[in-house]
């Protein structure tokens, strides 16, 4: 079936930087879509989410970009800082499969000191 | 309780027997999920309940059961656990189906051996 991957398992970023992390999609009738983080021996964190009908949306220190074009999203992080380390999962949802969400296998950042 | 709460934490199961494990939310969400968390698989949907009284299957249901007999528990249950079902079991809910965040609990360690 049609599921969500992500292009690289790992990031190192150092502190202070910005991060990027990507998403590659298949499904073509997904029309919402999120990004959650994961702490260790925590539950996945919503970050931000976005929906079809838009290709950016911002958040404190985050924005989501989305090219339906080549089905990918991805994720940047404005400085980040140590507490960024985490695992990243995007997660893709459509109206017409009751917005049931499918996830990719996660990015783990590590930001450096 | 804030928040989704999870019992419990960790547990280690024959195989054969029977588990419960128990999600229950005080935000009076409509919608919860049960995901399954396994190492390089990210998080699969196992069942999910739109609102009280109804529930429905998500893409990994063999083995398991749930039921939604009110809005804040959704147990899940293992009829007669495998070793397979070894995982990390998280437990969300959100508003409603497609409407704002999903939250997540912080987990169920499950080993069935």
């Known amino acids: 079936g049609e599921s969500v991957g992500l292009h690289l398992p790992t990031l190192s970023v150092q502190e202070g930087d910005n991060s990027i992390i990507n998403c590659a999609y298949s499904?073509?009738?997904?029309?919402?879509f999120i990004w959650y983080k994961q702490e260790s021996g925590k539950g996945p964190q919503f970050i931000i989410d976005?929906?079809?009908?838009?290709d950016k949306r911002q958040g404190q220190r985050v924005t989501v970009l989305l090219n339906k074009t080549v089905k990918h999203l991805s994720l940047q992080i404005a400085a980040t800082q140590p507490g960024d380390s985490a695992v990243y999962f995007c997660?893709?949802?459509?109206?017409?499969?009751?917005?049931?969400?499918?996830f990719g296998a996660g990015t783990t950042v590590t930001v450096r000191a | 309780i804030a928040g989704i709460t999870q019992a419990p934490t960790s547990q280690i199961l024959a195989a054969g027997r029977r588990m419960t494990l128990r999600c229950t939310q005080d935000?009076?969400?409509?919608?919860m999920y049960w995901y399954r968390q396994d190492l390089g698989l990210g998080l699969r949907l196992i069942h999910y309940?739109?609102?009280?009284?109804?529930?429905g299957k998500g893409e990994v249901p063999d083995g398991y059961s749930v039921s939604r007999a009110n809005t804040d528990d959704f147990p899940l249950t293992l009829a007669s656990a495998v070793p397979s079902q070894t995982s990390v079991y998280f437990c969300?809910?959100?508003?409603?189906?497609?409407?704002?965040?999903?939250?997540f609990g912080p987990g169920t360690r499950l080993t069935v051996l």
């Open positions: 499904n073509s009738a997904s029309d919402y």
């Open positions: 309940s739109n609102t009280a009284g109804t529930t």
């Open positions: 997660a893709e949802g459509s109206t017409s499969n009751d917005y049931k969400l499918s």
């Open positions: 976005i929906r079809s009908n838009m």
């Open positions: 969300a809910s959100s508003v409603a189906a497609g409407v704002g965040e999903q939250f």
């Open positions: 935000m009076r969400h409509n919608a």
